[in-house]
């Protein structure tokens, strides 16, 4: 067993619970047990001197201290068990210097050794009390010196000097030895302190950087939300429409005709929603593509076609002019970037004014322009337009409703599949959206 287990063995499991009760627990048990040890060899010094007293006052600190250290196993209050032994010791010493000359005893000094132990082992107010009884002690021990009255010398005399030798560098030896255990403690405590603190600080910064991963999770959960709500909106419109004249239309043919746009367009949805939940599962949120060669006017034609009829209410006349060309990418998020650029040509564009879409073929890319003749772009608002949820000061001329979503999914989905987007500001008038597509 280790002087850790050893000193342990005399402390109650009730200790463990508190590391700051444990701690004083221990030391109170060390003090006590180096204690003990002193007033064992001091039993022997007496024996020399003939101090019958002493050696049975010594016995008794002996027997005294190791009980207080047993007594720390009990649950009696480690206050009132460190006040005992502050008061054991203070007795000794008070009567083997009354009976051994007062201040003329080398065991005077000793008295001083009182208010220091209880500062150790009780705690500073104690410390301040057992002080004040000790000075008043020193002040009696003068008083009677001063009246000449002759206390008792019980020690043998004969022997003075070898009794301040013997007795006085102990006082020194006890109060540096407790105070190195005291200091020792006192430094594994603090040692403890510094790595429960680092400890901490490590769950801290784990904690900080889960709760930024949680804030990121949230919030692209809360962003494919709004994504689904966004780019749903125009299909469920489309299949709307289309069931609106199904319901007027009477000639089977064309039945067969808008059912099937029905079920193209439902497909078109249905595809977007997997595409996005399967968007939400990854971790890097990247999406699921699958690119293919297609002929952009189809596509571009398809994506005003399904915009057709908040066309019609507006009255705008969409024109799609430039060369034929071939892309390759997805066809799904190319028609909803089409879709996201000519929705918003449309809600920002007067009662019959005209929305131009423009192809031009480039060596390596495909570029595809969408123009209105709104009230374009505020120079000082360029740098927000791609922002999710951005607000502008331009407002729909239909009443529509805006959530500043779409140019940042076009934004997004464009460099998905390979290309890029920006705003034209050299244009003539209205707002210009330039899309760059890789050829194919």
């Known amino acids: 067993m280790n002087v850790a287990g050893f000193v342990d063995f005399f402390i109650n499991p009730s ?15 060390r003090a006590c047990l180096l204690t003990s040890l002193f007033s064992n060899s001091y039993i022997w010094f007496s024996v020399l001197f003939e101090y019958d007293l002493g050696v049975y006052l010594m ?34 010493v008070i009567v083997l210097t009354y009976y051994s000359g007062g201040v003329w005893s080398a065991i005077y000094p000793w008295i001083i050794s009182t208010p220091v132990l209880a500062l150790l082992v009780v705690n500073r107010n104690y410390g301040i009390a ?23 010398t019980q020690y043998n005399v004969d022997m003075r000097s070898e009794w301040y030798v013997s007795i006085l560098p102990g006082l020194l030896l006890i109060i540096l030895v407790i105070s190195a255990v005291f200091e020792s403690v006192q430094t594994n405590a603090l040692k ?8 901490l600080e490590n769950q801290k910064e784990t904690i900080a950087e889960q709760s930024k991963k949680l804030e990121k999770l949230i919030d692209d959960k809360d962003h494919i939300i709004r994504i689904l709500a966004h780019d749903l909106k125009n299909p469920l419109a489309n299949i709307t429409t289309i069931s609106n004249i199904l319901k007027e239309e009477r000639e089977i043919d064309q039945q067969k005709k808008f059912i099937a746009m029905i079920e193209k367009v439902s497909s078109q949805a249905q595809g977007l929603v997997n595409n996005v939940l399967d968007m939400a599962t990854m971790e890097d949120g990247a999406l699921r593509l699958k690119p293919e060669r297609l002929k952009i006017k189809e596509v571009v034609n398809e994506a005003v076609n399904s915009l057709s009829e908040q066309a019609r209410q507006k009255e705008i ?29 449309l809600k920002f564009s007067s009662k019959s004014q005209k929305v131009d879409v423009d192809i ?22 360029e740098d927000q337009l791609f922002g999710k949820f951005a607000k502008l000061s331009a407002r729909p001329t239909g009443e529509e409703s805006s959530s500043g979503l779409g140019l940042s999914l076009v934004k997004r989905y464009t ?5 890029k987007v920006w705003y034209d500001r050299d244009a003539s008038k209205g707002a210009t959206f330039v899309v760059s597509l890789p050829a194919a």
């Open 415 to 419: 460099e998905q599949i390979g290309g």
């Open 59 to 92: 016995i008794f600190n002996v027997v005294g201290f190791v009980i207080l250290a047993l007594l720390v196993k009990t649950r009696l209050p480690l206050l009132l068990i460190s006040n005992l032994y502050v008061l054991i010791g203070s007795i000794a």
């Open 15 to 29: 200790y463990h619970e508190d590391s700051l009760k444990l701690r004083k627990a221990r030391l109170f048990v």
């Open 130 to 152: 057992w002080g004040v009884v000790s000075f008043l002690f020193m002040l009696w021990f003068g008083w009677l010196e001063l009246k000449g009255e002759v206390l008792p």
């Open 360 to 381: 031009a073929n480039e060596t390596q890319n495909v570029i595809v322009k969408v123009m209105d003749e709104g009230p374009g772009i505020m120079r000082e608002e």
């Open 317 to 345: 006349e969409v024109n799609v002019s430039g060369v034929e060309a071939n892309v390759y990418v997805d066809h799904m998020y190319l028609k909803l970037i089409l879709e996201n650029l000519l929705s918003n040509a």
């Open 192 to 199: 403890n302190l510094q790595e429960q603190n680092a400890v």
